[in-house]
Structures are given as structure tokens and as C-alpha cells.
């Protein structure tokens, strides 16, 4: 027998028999709502983020009619609310330019309405850590449904990864290996049904991220889109997220540093997204928990990389679901120390209760750990005079031969500059040179663009050249693959020792040792830089961007605005008709 939370925070609306209360149910029988529904039900807000134009998102109406289902079983009440919805494919300039303001939304649409509990309706990239970071400010009961991924592409008889093809296409192209015909032809093999990327891409990376951290039901994070079951889960998390309430089982009693380090472990385990360091960070400031890039270093570098999916590895997330998903993931994590056990759920177990059983359908799909893709698949953290305060590397996604490396730079001081010198024959580069871009960071594209695996130079491609080492400040696609350090920390536009860096200087990468340098000495270094200051650039302009540039954070603080950092709780004055 349940005990029954002695308050409903939407008591406060419905609860009374005053004018306020008359006004509040009022409105809300418009809908055809009868009143027995306001007579203590928890209400529970599903927190939408569909949209046409956000196509991963786009069967959330159909799914949140499911998780409405389990609700009313459940004895709740839900109601259903839009958030901005940031989609990766469509929207100018990045998705992750209004990652924080979807957030906003999410937090203040919560603590102002009458809401229990919320279920989060998450999909493609940023809408994950988005209504994560929103719900943790306000710290009520909280469960994530994400809406799984697309179907397995096809082209040509063969499976297709989202975003990995295109890639790879790409270069393809540019080298002479295939024709403009061939490659739009895979334009809709590609993208054959709803759903999220379906290669381990940033999408697939944060909702297993979702699930580690105990916020979603067992299996969230793979079932696919399309596929009955996930229709099913979100029925299932309707009717958990009512006894939830019931339970004050609050996002902070699941999002601990315990909660963390899981996920950190698991991302080396999938081959995450690099982004899901920044999103992690974010979300974990959001409710109060200290994680730094050094938990990165010390809890996930040397847990093997076992999941074998594109862009690491070989198949897509279908077959990871039909595989076991990340439940056999989890178990053999825990099974090698590698899982903190005790760490809560939402469905009330403990995240080691949840997978101590779960079976492994396919062992090359995920692998044991004795056949690791990547023995030590952990996110690389690297330091140095480039990087004071950090960048990243994902191994499982780079060339074994290159993470240590010495090379000679080729600078290219923004995105613009890149495009339009990358093709030009007459660039002064081997493949012994490494690329470098400089204004891409957080302020410096604002959003920091997904633009850090830099295409190589045709006339390299065309001699069979694969990979590079690329240095930027810029993020990359969890679907894109290569030896890309990332998020160099200060960014080149707030006068990092990246906007220091000139043609021809040696950079020493070694990613074993963590170190990344630029082979200049202490003093040359700083006379560039201050020279550099002179020219400080103020951020105007208006709008959103203003509030943007004047408040994102670096990378190594999850680029989230200062002003938002930290749980502000549910807490809200009344207000008075
Ligand atoms: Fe939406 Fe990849 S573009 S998940």
C-alpha cells in the first residue's frame, strides 16, 4: 500500500475553495476536464518536444498520447506542454545555441504551473540535456522519455549509419571515389523512418546517458522509434512518474556524483559523444553535484570502449536494442567494478537490481570485455600550454597511430577561413600537419558549432589519406569520426593560448599522457596573447545572442549561462486574481 504524499504541489492551485481555486479549476474545465480530476490527483506535465521542423522529435505527439495513457491508469492527471524544441538538422546556426534557453523554458514552464511531475519527452541531441538541465533546477519527480531511434539506413542493400554516411560520403566525393549522383542517391535510404540518429551519435549518446543516470525505465535508450515496445515504455513511464510523486522521488535523490560517474563510465563503455562532457557537466551544476573534466580522466579512461556501433564501430542502434541494449552493457560494467550499484532509479531499484539479469543476445555487437573495441575508450582529457583548462579527445573514434604525434600547424583563424582555403591544392600541408581552427568555441560561433572535424584537403584524400590530427575549440558530431581534439579551454575569442598559434609552429599531442603543447616558449606565448588583448570584443547586437555571448560559460563549465547554474527549486509565490 503506497502512502500518499501528504501535499500535492498543485494543491496550491487546485486545492482550495476560495477564488483563486474556483479560477484555476475554472479555466482548466474548459478542456472538458471533470471535477473529480482536480480532487488530489498528482499532476503530471509531459514536457513535448515535438516538432516539424525538429524531424527526430516529430512522432512525440503520438508517444505522449501513450505516456497520457499511463498516467490516467495511474490515477494522475497529466497535462501536456510545448517547450522550444532544438533540433540538430535544421536549426541555424546550432542546436546548441539554444540548448540554455530550451532549458529556461523548461524550468520556468515547471515551477510556474501546477505540475506534480513531469514526464521529459527527449530526442534529438540537445533536447535531452535540455529538459535535464531545466527539470534539475526546479528538483521535482522527473522521468525521461526519450523517442528512440530511426530504423537501420539502407542503401544499396547495406546498413547506413545517420550522420556517420554522410561523412564519409563526403570525402568520398571530394576524392573522386564517387559521383554527385551517388551520393544524393542516399539521401533516403538514410532516414527511413522516425526516430533519433541511429548510429552512437549524440542523440543515442545522451539517452543512454539518461539511462545510466537512473532517470529513464530499463531500455529507454535503444528500443527503436518505430518499434511496439517503445510505445509501451512510454505507457509504462505514465503510470510510473504518478507513483513517483507518491514517493517524492525527486531528481536529486537520482542525479548524485554516484549517478555521474556511472555515466561517465558508461559513455567509454558505448563510445559516446564527446558531448555528453559538456551536457553531463551541465546537467550535474543544474542540481548541485561537483563534476570536473577530471572525473572524466580518473573514472572513464581506462573502461574499454564494448559496444561496437558506428562511428566507433560497425552497426547501428537497432541492432544494439536487438543485442540487449544498454541493460548487458550495464551488467557487465558491474560485473568488472566499473558501476556503483547502489545508485538510485526511477523506478524506485537501484540501477544494479535493474541489470544484475540482463542477457546479451549478441557478443559482437556488444562485446566482452576481453574484446574490447578500444582497451581504454575513455574520453581523453589533454592539457597544456594550449589548453590550460582542457580539451578532449574520443579514442574510440581516432587513429591509434596518431595520438601521439608531432606536427606542424595549419592555422586557419575561423570556419570561413577554413572553407575557403581547405581546397585549394596550393595549401601548404602534408599529412604530417595538423589542423587547426581557431574561433569556434562557445563565443566564437556562438553555439560552438559542430564543426571541429575540419574535412581534410582534397589533394590528401586523393592520396588515400584518412585521418588527421585537428585542434579546435569548436564541438563534433557524435556521428563523426577521426583524431579531432575538441573543446580547447580558453576558446581562441576570449584570448585562449589557441588564438595564439600561428603557420608552421609545432604542436606535441600525446593523448596517453593527457598533454596537448604548442612548442613555443612561456614568454613568446604571452607577448602574442597581448597583443592579441588589445582588440577585446563587446558583445552587442541585441537579442537572445546579446544574452548569449555575455553569459555562456567555456566549455569545461558545460557552457551553460552563469545566472543558470545551481536548483532553484519548485518554490512560487502565489499570485492573486
Ligand atoms: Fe536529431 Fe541526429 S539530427 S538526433
Not at 144 to 170: A, C, E, I, R
Not at 334 to 359: F, H, M, Q, Y
Not at 400 to 424: C, S
Request: some cysteine.
Amino acid at each position: 500500500m503506497r502512502e500518499k504524499n501528504k501535499r500535492l504541489r498543485s494543491s496550491q492551485w487546485f486545492g482550495t475553495n476560495d477564488k483563486n481555486g474556483f479560477m484555476y479549476r475554472s479555466w482548466m474545465k474548459n478542456q472538458g476536464f471533470p471535477d473529480h480530476q482536480f480532487q488530489g490527483k498528482p499532476v503530471i506535465g509531459i514536457c513535448n518536444t515535438w516538432s516539424e521542423l525538429t524531424p527526430c522529435n516529430a512522432h512525440f505527439r503520438q508517444l505522449a498520447e501513450r505516456v497520457k495513457q499511463g498516467i490516467y491508469e495511474a490515477g494522475g492527471l497529466p497535462v501536456e506542454f510545448p517547450v522550444f524544441s532544438n533540433g540538430e538538422s535544421n536549426l541555424r546556426p546550432t542546436a546548441m545555441l539554444t540548448r540554455n534557453l530550451a532549458s529556461m523554458d523548461v524550468e520556468e514552464a515547471i515551477r510556474g504551473n501546477p505540475i506534480d511531475g513531469v514526464v521529459l519527452m527527449c530526442g534529438c541531441d540537445k533536447t535531452t540535456p535540455a529538459l535535464l538541465m531545466g527539470a534539475a533546477s526546479c528538483d521535482v519527480p522527473a522521468i525521461v522519455v526519450t523517442g528512440g531511434p530511426m530504423l537501420n539506413g539502407k542503401h544499396k542493400g547495406q546498413d547506413v549509419g545517420s550522420g556517420t554516411l554522410v561523412w564519409k560520403m563526403h570525402e568520398q566525393l571530394k576524392s573522386g571515389e564517387i559521383d554527385l549522383n551517388e551520393f544524393l542517391s542516399a539521401e533516403g535510404g538514410m532516414s527511413r523512418s522516425a526516430g533519433t540518429c541511429n548510429t552512437m551519435g549524440t542523440a543515442s549518446t545522451m539517452a543512454c546517458m539518461a539511462e545510466s543516470l537512473g532517470t529513464s525505465l530499463p531500455h529507454n535508450a535503444a528500443i527503436p522509434a518505430v518499434d511496439a515496445r517503445r510505445y509501451a515504455l512510454a505507457h509504462l513511464s505514465g503510470m510510473r512518474i504518478v507513483d513517483m510523486v507518491h514517493e517524492d522521488l525527486c531528481l536529486s535523490k537520482v542525479l548524485t556524483r554516484k549517478a555521474f560517474i556511472n555515466a561517465i563510465r558508461t559513455n567509454a563503455a558505448i563510445g559516446g559523444s564527446t558531448n555528453a562532457v559538456i551536457h553531463l557537466k551541465a546537467i550535474a551544476q543544474r542540481i548541485g553535484v561537483q563534476l570536473d573534466l577530471e572525473d572524466w580522466q580518473h573514472y572513464g579512461k581506462t573502461v574499454p570502449t564494448i559496444v561496437n556501433l558506428q562511428p566507433s564501430g560497425q552497426y547501428l542502434m537497432e541492432d544494439y536494442y536487438y543485442a540487449g541494449g544498454l541493460p548487458a552493457v550495464l551488467r557487465k560494467l558491474g560485473e568488472n567494478n566499473l558501476l556503483n550499484r547502489e545508485a538510485l532509479t526511477v523506478n524506485g531499484k537501484s540501477i544494479w537490481e535493474n541489470v544484475a539479469d540482463a542477457p546479451c543476445y549478441n557478443s559482437d555487437v556488444i562485446r566482452d570485455f576481453d574484446r574490447a573495441l578500444v582497451k581504454q575508450g575513455g574520453i581523453c582529457i589533454l592539457r597544456g600550454n594550449l589548453a590550460p583548462r582542457g580539451a578532449v579527445l574520443k579514442p574510440s573514434a581516432a587513429s591509434p597511430a596518431l595520438m601521439k604525434h608531432r606536427g606542424r600547424a595549419v592555422v586557419f583563424e575561423n570556419f570561413d577561413d577554413y572553407k575557403a582555403r581547405i581546397n585549394d591544392d596550393s595549401l601548404d600541408v602534408d599529412e604530417n600537419s595538423i589542423l587547426v581552427m581557431k574561433n569556434c568555441g562557445p563565443k566564437g560561433y556562438p553555439g560552438m558549432a559542430e564543426v571541429g572535424n575540419m574535412g581534410l584537403p582534397p589533394k590528401l584524400l586523393k592520396k588515400g589519406i584518412k585521418d588527421m590530427v585537428r585542434i579546435s575549440d569548436a564541438r563534433m558530431s557524435g556521428t563523426a569520426f577521426g583524431t579531432v581534439v575538441l573543446h580547447v579551454a580558453p576558446e581562441a575569442r576570449e584570448f585562449g593560448p589557441l588564438a595564439a598559434v600561428q603557420n608552421g609552429d609545432e604542436i606535441s599531442l600525446d593523448a596517453e599522457a593527457g598533454i596537448l603543447q604548442l612548442e613555443i616558449s612561456d614568454e613568446d606565448l604571452e607577448q602574442r596573447l597581448a597583443s592579441l588583448r588589445k582588440d577585446q570584443i563587446i558583445a552587442r547586437g541585441g537579442g537572445y545572442l546579446e544574452l548569449y555571448l555575455n553569459h555562456v560559460t567555456q566549455a569545461d563549465e558545460g557552457c551553460d549561462f552563469d545566472f543558470l547554474i545551481g536548483c532553484r527549486g519548485a518554490d512560487v509565490p502565489a499570485h492573486s486574481h
